[in-house]
């Protein structure tokens, strides 16, 4: 079982930064498939990013990005504290979410929200004009 807490999130102007943060339990975090999505008022749940071994015989991580925030987003983890993070630049006010961190335990990259697990409570994005 793993369980995951999101921090980071409040509200920006557009053109700011955020950084989320998304702590989890689980004694192979290493392994896990992290990612990240975001809901916004009215829209249906919506992937971000996410970041994951290949496989279970992947050694190399790698990651993915929607193209709504390719080049701003940047996802990626620190083992040793069991935390993944997306870093949020240059923000828009269609940024404007909830967003949840994701884990699966078995690595893959994945879009689906249906192929993680384990989710967060979600913290609250919101970007001003």
């Known amino acids: 079982q793993a369980q995951l807490v999101e921090s980071g999130g409040g509200l920006v102007q557009a053109g700011g930064s955020l950084r989320l943060s998304c702590a989890a339990s689980?004694?192979?975090?290493?392994?896990?498939?992290m990612a990240w999505f975001r809901q916004a008022p009215g829209k249906e749940r919506a992937f971000v990013a996410a970041?994951?071994?290949?496989?279970?015989?992947?050694?190399?991580?790698?990651?993915d990005y929607a193209d709504s925030v390719k080049g701003r987003f940047t996802i990626s983890r620190d083992n040793g504290k069991n935390t993944v993070y997306l870093q949020m630049n240059n923000l828009k006010p269609e940024d404007t979410a909830v967003y949840y961190c994701a884990a699966r335990k078995t690595p893959a990259l994945f879009r689906s929200s249906t192929a993680y697990e384990y989710w967060g409570q979600g913290t609250q994005v919101t970007v001003s004009t």
């Open positions: 970041h994951s071994l290949t496989g279970t015989g992947g050694s190399i991580y790698y990651a």
């Open positions: 689980g004694r192979t975090f290493s392994r896990y498939a």
